[in-house]
C-alpha cells in the first residue's frame, strides 16, 4: 500500500513570488517555525510531508502534514520549504530553485478570480512604498491593535468658544449691556472697585482699624447711650423712648391689657407701666401672630437655621407685623434689599487716595414711598436718592438701615458693613445737595441716620452721625427687645413702631425741606398726613 499522504496544495514552487511574499508576511510565526522544522528534519532520511494553507484569501494558517518515516520514499519528493522561505526574504537557500515557473503577480490576475481580496482599512500612505515596490501589507491596519483617535495637527481648544484663561471672555454680541456689568461686579461685596486694594481692608478689625486715619475718617464712640448729653440731639427723643420700651414701660396700648395677653406674658407680675393711654398711639399685633413667631424663633435657633431663613422666618415678617399696626403703615414700607450694592460704585468711600474700601450691603431698609409723580420727576432728571439703585428703593428715601446676624455672630462684620453702608448714603446726600443747589450744600448738618443690629433674636439700636470731614458710629447702642417671649416680640414692635415715627416725624422733614422741595418743586405733595 504507499504510504505517501494525500496531497492537499500544489506545489509551493508554483506559487508566485508575489504571492509568497504575501504568504509569508501574512503567516509571521507560522512560516518561521515551518522553517525551523525543516531545519530539523534536513538530517532525517526520506521524509515525506504535503503542505496545505487553508482559507488562501486570509493567508493565515498554515499547516505542515508529516507521514511516518519511511526509507523507501525517494527524495523527490520532499519539499525545500526552508529554502522557498529564504528565497522569499532574500536569503540564499542551499535548495536549487531554477527551472521554476514564474507565474504573473497577484496584482495581474484575473479581476473574476475566487481569491476575496482585503479592504483597506487606511494605512497611511508613506508606508505603502518600500524601494519602489508596494507592500502587500499596503492599506492593512494591525487587527489587535487598539483603535485610537486620529491626531490632530490643530493647537485650537476643542470648544470654539471656549475662553483663555487669565483673559475675560468677549463680550461681543451679549445682551447684556455695560451698565449690567458694572452692576454685577459691584455687587461682589468681597471685591474692591480698586485692583489695588489692600489686602488689609478685607478684615472687618483691621478695615475699622484703619478707617480711624480713612480721608473720611469714622470713629466709634466710647461708652453707651445712656447719657443724653453725649448723643446727637436729633435723636435724643429716640433714645429716651427705646430705653423706655427697654425697661418695660409704655410698650403696649392699655386695650391691650386683658387676662390672655398677662397669661401669654409667663404669669408674671406686671408693672401697670407696660400699658399706656396714647390716643394717638400705635396699634399691637393680635396674641396669635405673635405667638407664632415666637415658636419660629426657638425653631430657627433649635435648627441651627441660616441668616437667609431668619430673615424670611423671624424678622421680615416682624417687620411688616410692626408696620401693619402702625399709624404710618401707609407711607412707609420696609424692603428686604440683602442683594442690593452700594450703586454707582463711585460712592464706595476711600480709604486713601485712590484706594476704596470693600463694598458693603445690608439686609433691611425703611423707605418714605413718594407719589408717583415725584418719582416720574426724579427719573426724567436721572436722579436717585439713596446709595443704591435697587428699584424699589431708587426714588423713595431710605430712613433706617437693619443689618442681621445668626445668634452670636458676626458683630465686627456688622460694624464695618453698617458703617460703610451709611458713609456712602451721606456721600449721596452731599451729592444731593448739590444737586439742588442748596447753599450749604458743603456743609450742612444731616440728621443721625439710626441702624439696627439684629443677632437671631436680638434687636439692638445704634446709629451713624455726620461730621462733615468724618463721621462716628454709636455701637454701643441699646437692646429694646427679644424674640424669644410674646412680651420680648411686643417690645421689638413697639421699638420699631418708634422708629417709623422717627422717620415720618423727623427724617421726612428734613429730606422734603433741603432736597426735594429743591428738586422738584411743585410736583411735590403733602405727606404730612
Known amino acids: 500500500m504507499d504510504n505517501k499522504p494525500e496531497t492537499v496544495c500544489e506545489d509551493l514552487g508554483a506559487t508566485p513570488p508575489a504571492s509568497q511574499a504575501a504568504i509569508v508576511n501574512h503567516v509571521g510565526p507560522a512560516a518561521s517555525l515551518g522553517s525551523s522544522m525543516m531545519n530539523k528534519l534536513s538530517g532525517l532520511k526520506q521524509p515525506s510531508m504535503s503542505v496545505s494553507y487553508s482559507s488562501f484569501s486570509m493567508l493565515t494558517s498554515f499547516t505542515i502534514y508529516l507521514s511516518p518515516l519511511t526509507t523507501t520514499q525517494s527524495m523527490s519528493s520532499y519539499v525545500d520549504i526552508a529554502g522557498w522561505v529564504n528565497s522569499t526574504t532574500g536569503v540564499t537557500s542551499n535548495s536549487d530553485t531554477k527551472g521554476r515557473k514564474r507565474t504573473r503577480p497577484l496584482a495581474e490576475m484575473d479581476a473574476n478570480a475566487t481569491t476575496p481580496k482585503r479592504p483597506r482599512i487606511g494605512k497611511p500612505a508613506a508606508l505603502a512604498d518600500v524601494d519602489g515596490v508596494e507592500s502587500e501589507n499596503a492599506g492593512f491596519d494591525d487587527i489587535d491593535e487598539t483603535p485610537r483617535a486620529p491626531r490632530s495637527s490643530s493647537t485650537l481648544p476643542l470648544l470654539p468658544n471656549a475662553p483663555v484663561l487669565g483673559r475675560p471672555p468677549s463680550t461681543s454680541g451679549s445682551k447684556r449691556s455695560c451698565s449690567e456689568d458694572e452692576d454685577n461686579s459691584s455687587r461682589r461685596s468681597g471685591q474692591s472697585s480698586s485692583s489695588k486694594r489692600s489686602k488689609r481692608s478685607g478684615s472687618p478689625l483691621k478695615q475699622s482699624s484703619d478707617r480711624q486715619y480713612g480721608l473720611y475718617p469714622v470713629t466709634y464712640a466710647a461708652g453707651d447711650m445712656s447719657i443724653p448729653s453725649k448723643l446727637p440731639k436729633a435723636v435724643v427723643g429716640l433714645v429716651k423712648a427705646l430705653r423706655s420700651i427697654a425697661r418695660d414701660i409704655a410698650v403696649l396700648p392699655l386695650a391691650c391689657d386683658t387676662p390672655a395677653i398677662r397669661e401669654a406674658f409667663g404669669g408674671v407680675d406686671i408693672e401697670e407701666t407696660l400699658f399706656h393711654d396714647h390716643a394717638a398711639g400705635d396699634a399691637a399685633p393680635v396674641l396669635e401672630e405673635v405667638s ?44 428686604n434689599i440683602t442683594n442690593a450694592s452700594i450703586s454707582p460704585p463711585s460712592l464706595v468711600p476711600y480709604l486713601r487716595e485712590k484706594e476704596k474700601i470693600q463694598s458693603r450691603k445690608v439686609d433691611f431698609s425703611l423707605s418714605i414711598q413718594l407719589p408717583y409723580s415725584v418719582k416720574r420727576h426724579l427719573a426724567q432728571q436721572n436722579l436717585q436718592l439713596n446709595q443704591t439703585d435697587y428699584g424699589p428703593v431708587k426714588y423713595n428715601p431710605l430712613a ?46 444731616i440728621p443721625p441716620l439710626p441702624l439696627l443690629f439684629v443677632q437671631g433674636s436680638d434687636w439692638t439700636f445704634w446709629c451713624f452721625e455726620d461730621h462733615v470731614v468724618n463721621g462716628l458710629l454709636y455701637e454701643q447702642g441699646i437692646e429694646f427687645g427679644r424674640t424669644t417671649s410674646v412680651l420680648g416680640t411686643y417690645k421689638v414692635v413697639a421699638g420699631l413702631q418708634i422708629l417709623m415715627g422717627w422717620a415720618k416725624e423727623v427724617w421726612w422733614p428734613w429730606i422734603e425741606e433741603h432736597i426735594l422741595r429743591r428738586l422738584v418743586g411743585d410736583v411735590l405733595v403733602d405727606l404730612s398726613n
Not at 411688616?320 to 414700607?333: D, G, I, N, W
Not at 456688622?414 to 450744600?441: D, G, K, N
Open 292 to 335: 407664632d413667631l415666637v415658636g419660629k424663633t426657638a425653631a430657627c435657633k433649635s435648627d441651627g437655621a441660616f441668616e437667609s431663613a431668619w430673615n424670611c422666618e423671624v424678622h421680615y415678617p416682624l417687620l411688616e407685623m410692626a408696620r401693619k399696626s402702625s399709624r404710618h403703615k401707609h407711607t412707609l414700607r420696609w424692603h
Open 400 to 445: 433706617i438701615s437693619i443689618e442681621t446676624k445668626l445668634p452670636g455672630e458676626g458683630g465686627l462684620e456688622a460694624r464695618a458693613q453698617v458703617s460703610t453702608w451709611a458713609e456712602a448714603q451721606v456721600r449721596q446726600l452731599r451729592i444731593l445737595l448739590q444737586q439742588a443747589e442748596h447753599p450749604r450744600w458743603q456743609d450742612v448738618p
